[in-house]
Every structure is written in C-alpha cells, then in structure tokens.
C-alpha cells in the first residue's frame, strides 16, 4: 500500500496552492508514490479547496486553534502516516519530526521564524542583498520541529537573485524551484530513501 499522505496549505481566500496542486499532479503521474488523504487549509473557501475539489481530494477547513491536539485530531481522522507542510503559514506543534516536513521560500535560517512566509521572506532576501550580505536567496526543505523553521534541513538549492529583481520577479523565480523539488524530495522522504535519524538527517541534498 502507498504511504498515506496529509497536506496543509493554506493558499489564500481567493487563490494560491499551486505546490499542493503539484503534489497531487505528481501522485496522479507517479512521481509521488502516495496517497495524499486530504489536504488542510485555514481559508474555508480558498484557493486550496477549489483544487481540492479539481483533484477529488478531502478538504478539511482548519480555523484553529492551532494546537498539538487538534493537530493530532485531524491527522487520526484522515490516518495519516506523513505531513507535509506546502504554504502553511500556522505555527504546528505536536506532529512528529520524523514524519512532517515543510518546504520554504527562502533560506534557512537566516530568513525564517515567525512572520517569514511568502512575499514577506523575498522582501527580506532583496533588502539584505541590496545591503551585500546574500547573493542568492533558496529552496529549504526541512522536517520540523516545534520551532518555526528550525528543524534538519533535507534540501537546499540555491536560487540566484538578479540586480533588476523585485519581490514578484524573485518569487516566481524561487516558486519554480520549489515545483520543481517539492513532489521528488517528498517522495523520497514518505517511501524512506530520506530519513530523520536521532536528529541527523540521512541522504539530504544539500547545495
């Protein structure tokens, strides 16, 4: 049986998930051999939901509270066996570090924690490279932790930045790489080629 796959995304109340779309495109062509069993969203009739609807996944609306035990509530009703975090915003407590991952707009960590998602972390790469400090901003993708985006890095590819950029320019470029990663690194991880091991991660990419 395929590992059974649960997906948070939090997309946004008009549009966004366009990573959870591409991990549903990758288990319906192979590239991802899971289940995914449902997907999350915060927003109850956003973007998420509608490519849930797309794909026939189940959709579940969480409006919180964002705490270990609804968290543990929702992966139970669906048994899920693994997490993936594409474009959730919402701190997660109580979920496993050795069966959740995340995937993040920038690099870690100097451009995470609380408030870095989204435009918010392209913002911060282009101040700190118009100040010479970066040259590149990247994709991490990493297990988590109960502290925002400090768990064992699993990937990271840098992603270069061009002196014309602006924050659009710089996150479609790094939302390409994040497609471009996001369904083959997920796949290793959930079918175990990629593992967490006392806190050491064993066959990470990292560039």
Not at 114 to 140: D, I, P, Q
Not at 175 to 184: D, F, L, P, S, T
Request: charged share 20%; proline share 6%; hydrophobic share 40%.
């Amino acid at each position: 049986m395929k590992p059974r796959l649960i997906v948070f995304a939090s997309g946004s109340a008009t549009g966004g998930g366009s990573g959870f779309e591409k991990l549903c495109i990758a288990a319906q062509d192979g590239t991802l051999q899971a289940k995914i069993v449902a997907v999350v969203s915060n927003h109850q009739n956003g973007g998420v939901r509608k490519i849930a609807e797309k794909y026939s996944i189940p959709f579940e609306h969480f409006n919180g509270p964002y705490i270990a035990s609804e968290y543990w509530r929702i992966n139970i009703q669906y048994k899920a066996e693994w997490t993936a975090l594409s474009g959730w915003i919402k701190i997660v407590k109580g979920l496993n570090p050795r069966t959740t991952i995340n995937i993040h707009p920038g690099p870690l960590p100097e451009f995470g924690g609380k408030g870095f998602y989204g435009h918010h972390v392209h913002e911060a790469v282009l101040a700190a490279y118009k100040r010479g400090e970066v040259t590149h901003s990247a994709v991490t993708m990493h297990f988590v932790t109960p502290v925002y985006d400090e768990g064992p890095h699993i990937l990271r590819i840098p992603v270069p930045i061009m002196p014309d950029d602006t924050t659009d320019t710089l996150g479609k470029r790094v939302n390409e790489v994040e497609h471009m990663w996001q369904a083959k690194i997920t796949n290793l991880v959930v079918n175990k080629s990629i593992f967490l091991d006392k806190g050491i991660v064993v066959g990470a990419i990292l560039h």
